[in-house]
């Protein structure tokens, strides 16, 4: 038992005195002669006995009475130790698209925040975050709208973040009663589910659970065949559950231009494939109808005409190898010796090939050096009599050196399959292939990764995005290497790199950069417009393009417009992830937790419980009464 008012209680010493009184109280008695008390004595031995009892009788009744209301003065009350400390509470809201599975024909999210305002206090101040948003040390009657109109977000935050988060929101005294709640579904992630209490935090977890666990996703989108006037896009889609079939419907802007049926496989997989026009822009929308997850239900993609890239070869012979890789369909490729180049038009260029130069100028050098800053591509074919003193003065500014001339023919065995200009090109790591060969090579000394190399393990290309060096000549004479069916991708791609396109689609939170070939006068920058929505990225303008840099800023899939100031020059596609569209959940009780629960209401049923103060003071004022009540009955009986 506690009471409110303790300090009551030393009045409990002052029931000492009517004690003393009693004990103590002396009374005279007169003496009157009687003629004959034999008759009376017993009769006056009976009367003082009856008085005695009767005065013990109001001692003790009068002494419960005072002791009763005392008590009840100091509030006594049954409570738990936790009852009257200061509480704080803190709950995450999980908003991510994974809730908006449905239970019934309501979302687990609208379900929670419907339960949390129907039991929590309008006035009790709390702490609400979400994965993208915080209400601190609010009321629901603050935050209420915020609610009811909270977003699904495609941020999804791992346990130990919440918990790491949460600790943040909390206080640091000592003397209160933290709670965190969790509200989810708590769905699976790549991540190890960590969420370990602590002594300061209890933590309460409520796991919602959608009524039927169906949802079809379409997941990926990409150009299977490149037909030349045609494209062939082929789409795949997968479900949580077994499904015979789903409609699918593909759109250019607001124009329907196919629609199919999806068939799913035994491993609930299915692939569809569509023909577009190669030579046209897209605004593509790819939808399906499916009552799981709505963020899954529609894929954007967008096909743009390709920018030309604009690729320069620097020589003092015609190499026809190069004229038939870099045809006019895709670039710009022209042949320049040196007495014909024009060094102003170099920083539009794209790509610069240095094709077999016995001597590299001093100010042709100084004109590379400022191309690949400004974030071009250059590639070094040396000569076979090339001169090394004025290679090597170019060569250190990229971390290279030509050290020495090696006579002897070498095969050329080794592919590094993971350098990323080999990315995408091979569908399996071939290790027996016609090994090409080079008659003579330069040692080099260099920091670059190695691309392609000899069988002695000393490399034949070297380099990464902005700049190769290749330490053979690839003249006929010397080399092979050109009629190798390696020699088309190594060019290509150097020259696909060198001019970033645009994929049919990116994926929101990840890094991407895609680069707009225009050259931006000084000041102006580039937009993203969608609808009413517009935003500048960051980016990076070059002599011959902008790069576009896209982190997280974004947070809307769709098609959106690259512009400047009001003329569109492209369109780009941002698709969310579907990491959330497999509804696999976690198993909580392998989660260490204060509580676990299925209903909000439950848990807050729970706290209250704990919460609650029995006070007993009544009781204490009903006793009073009745021994007052007996105290009259004394009296009267004993009359």
């Given at each position: 038992?506690?009471?409110?008012?303790?300090?009551?209680?030393?009045?409990?010493?002052?029931?000492?005195?009517?004690?003393?009184?009693?004990?103590?109280?002396?009374?005279?008695?007169?003496?009157?002669?009687?003629?004959n008390?034999?008759?009376?004595?017993?009769?006056?031995?009976?009367?003082?006995?009856?008085?005695?009892?009767?005065?013990?009788?109001?001692?003790?009744?009068?002494?419960l009475?005072?002791?009763?209301?005392?008590?009840?003065?100091?509030?006594?009350?049954?409570?738990?130790?936790?009852?009257?400390?200061?509480?704080?509470?803190?709950?995450?809201?999980?908003?991510?698209?994974?809730?908006?599975?449905?239970?019934?024909?309501?979302?687990?999210?609208?379900?929670?925040?419907?339960?949390?305002?129907?039991?929590?206090?309008?006035?009790?101040?709390?702490?609400?975050?979400?994965?993208?948003?915080t209400?601190?040390?609010?009321?629901?009657?603050?935050?209420?709208?915020?609610?009811?109109?909270?977003?699904?977000?495609?941020?999804?935050?791992a346990?130990?973040?919440?918990?790491?988060?949460?600790?943040?929101?909390?206080?640091?005294?000592?003397?209160?009663v933290?709670?965190?709640?969790?509200?989810?579904?708590?769905?699976?992630?790549?991540?190890?589910?960590?969420?370990?209490?602590?002594?300061?935090?209890?933590?309460?977890?409520?796991?919602?659970?959608?009524?039927?666990?169906?949802?079809?996703?379409?997941?990926?989108?990409?150009?299977?065949?490149?037909?030349g006037?045609?494209?062939?896009?082929?789409?795949?889609?997968?479900?949580?559950?077994?499904?015979?079939?789903?409609?699918?419907?593909?759109?250019?802007?607001?124009k329907?231009?196919?629609?199919?049926?999806?068939?799913?496989?035994d491993?609930?997989?299915?692939?569809?494939?569509?023909?577009?026009?190669?030579?046209?822009?897209?605004l593509?929308?790819?939808l399906?109808?499916?009552?799981?997850?709505?963020?899954?239900?529609?894929?954007?993609?967008?096909?743009?005409k390709?920018?030309?890239?604009?690729?320069?070869?620097?020589?003092?012979?015609?190499?026809?190898?190069?004229?038939?890789?870099?045809?006019?369909?895709?670039?710009?490729?022209?042949?320049?010796?040196?007495?014909?180049?024009?060094?102003?038009?170099?920083?539009?260029?794209?790509?610069?090939?240095?094709?077999?130069?016995?001597?590299?100028?001093?100010v042709?050098?100084?004109?590379?050096?400022?191309?690949?800053?400004n974030g071009?591509?250059?590639a070094?074919?040396?000569?076979?009599?090339?001169?090394?003193?004025?290679?090597?003065?170019?060569?250190?500014?990229?971390?290279?050196?030509?050290?020495?001339?090696?006579?002897?023919?070498?095969?050329?065995?080794?592919?590094?399959?993971?350098?990323?200009?080999?990315?995408n090109?091979?569908?399996k790591?071939?290790?027996?292939?016609?090994?090409?060969?080079?008659?003579?090579?330069?040692?080099?000394n260099?920091k670059?990764?190695?691309?392609?190399?000899?069988?002695n393990?000393?490399?034949?290309?070297?380099?990464?995005?902005?700049?190769y060096?290749?330490?053979?000549?690839?003249?006929?004479?010397?080399?092979?290497?050109?009629?190798?069916?390696?020699?088309?991708?190594?060019?290509?791609?150097?020259?696909l790199?060198?001019?970033?396109?645009?994929?049919?689609?990116?994926?929101?939170?990840?890094?991407?950069?895609?680069?707009?070939?225009i050259k931006?006068?000084?000041?102006?920058?580039?937009?993203?417009?969608?609808?009413?929505?517009?935003?500048i990225?960051?980016?990076?303008?070059?002599?011959?393009?902008?790069?576009?840099?896209?982190?997280e800023?974004?947070?809307?899939?769709?098609?959106?417009?690259?512009?400047?100031?009001?003329?569109?020059?492209?369109?780009?596609?941002?698709?969310?992830?579907?990491?959330?569209?497999?509804?696999?959940?976690?198993?909580?009780?392998?989660?260490?937790?204060?509580?676990?629960?299925?209903?909000?209401?439950?848990?807050?049923?729970e706290?209250?419980?704990?919460?609650?103060?029995?006070?007993?003071?009544?009781?204490?004022?009903?006793?009073?009464?009745?021994f007052?009540l007996?105290?009259?009955?004394?009296?009267?009986?004993?009359?």
């Open positions: 038992m506690q009471f409110k008012n303790p300090e009551i209680l030393w009045a409990l010493l002052l029931l000492i005195i009517p004690i003393l009184i009693h004990l103590f109280q002396l009374r005279r008695f007169k003496k009157t002669p009687f003629t008390v034999k008759m009376l004595q017993k009769v006056i031995a009976e009367s003082r006995k009856t008085k005695s009892i009767k005065k013990w009788l109001l001692l003790f009744t009068r002494l009475l005072f002791t009763a209301l005392i008590i009840a003065f100091a509030q006594p009350f049954f409570a738990k130790e936790t009852a009257l400390l200061e509480k704080e509470t803190v709950i995450y809201l999980d908003n991510s698209f994974s809730m908006q599975a449905k239970k019934g024909n309501t979302s687990l999210l609208e379900q929670a925040t419907q339960e949390l305002l129907k039991n929590i206090s309008y006035q009790k101040k709390i702490t609400v975050f979400t994965n993208d948003k209400f601190l040390n609010t009321t629901l009657k603050d935050i209420q709208s915020d609610l009811l109109t909270l977003p699904f977000s495609k941020k999804q935050l346990l130990k973040e919440v918990k790491l988060k949460a600790e943040t929101l909390f206080s640091r005294q000592k003397n209160t933290k709670n965190l709640i969790l509200i989810s579904d708590f769905q699976k992630t790549d991540t190890k589910p960590v969420l370990d209490t602590t002594k300061t935090i209890q933590t309460h977890i409520i796991q919602l659970r959608a009524s039927k666990l169906v949802n079809i996703a379409v997941d990926s989108i990409y150009v299977s065949k490149d037909l006037e045609t494209l062939e896009i082929t789409t795949n889609l997968s479900s949580s559950s077994a499904i015979e079939n789903t409609p699918v419907s593909i759109y250019n802007a607001e329907l231009i196919a629609k199919t049926s999806a068939i799913f496989n491993k609930n997989k299915a692939t569809i494939t569509f023909t577009i026009a190669a030579n046209e822009t897209i593509g929308k790819i399906i109808s499916d009552k799981g997850l709505d963020y899954d239900n529609h894929f954007y993609f967008s096909i743009n390709k920018d030309k890239i604009k690729v320069l070869s620097i020589g003092e012979t015609t190499t026809t190898y190069l004229n038939k890789i870099f045809t006019d369909a895709e670039f710009e490729y022209t042949n320049n010796t040196l007495k014909a180049i024009n060094y102003s038009s170099l920083q539009d260029k794209n790509l610069i090939i240095i094709n077999e130069l016995e001597n590299i100028p001093e042709l050098q100084q004109a590379l050096i400022a191309f690949t800053k071009g591509t250059v070094v074919i040396p000569s076979i009599n090339s001169n090394s003193s004025s290679y090597n003065s170019l060569l250190r500014n990229y971390s290279s050196k030509i050290s020495q001339k090696v006579n002897y023919k070498q095969e050329i065995t080794t592919i590094n399959f993971d350098h990323p200009l080999y990315r090109v091979f569908d790591k071939v290790q027996n292939f016609q090994y090409p060969e080079v008659e003579s090579y330069f040692r080099i260099t670059k990764s190695s691309i392609l190399s000899f069988v393990k000393e490399p034949f290309l070297v380099g990464n995005k902005g700049f060096l290749f330490t053979s000549s690839l003249s006929g004479s010397y080399s092979n290497f050109k009629n190798s069916p390696l020699i088309v991708p190594t060019f290509y791609k150097m020259g790199e060198s001019l970033q396109q645009e994929n049919l689609y990116s994926s929101l939170n990840t890094s991407q950069t895609i680069d707009v070939a931006l006068p000084k000041d102006e920058v580039l937009k993203i417009s969608k609808k009413d929505f517009e935003f990225p960051q980016q990076r303008p070059f002599a011959n393009k902008v790069s576009l840099y896209f982190n800023e974004l947070s809307e899939d769709g098609n959106y417009n690259v512009i400047n100031n009001t003329e569109k020059l492209k369109n780009i596609s941002f698709n969310y992830p579907r990491t959330e569209s497999k509804l696999q959940y976690q198993d909580i009780q392998t989660l260490h937790a204060t509580s676990k629960q299925e209903s909000i209401s439950e848990l807050f049923k706290l209250e419980k704990d919460d609650r103060v029995n006070e007993l003071w009544k009781w204490f004022v009903i006793l009073a009464l009745v007052a007996i105290e009259i009955g004394i009296q009267k009986i004993f009359k």
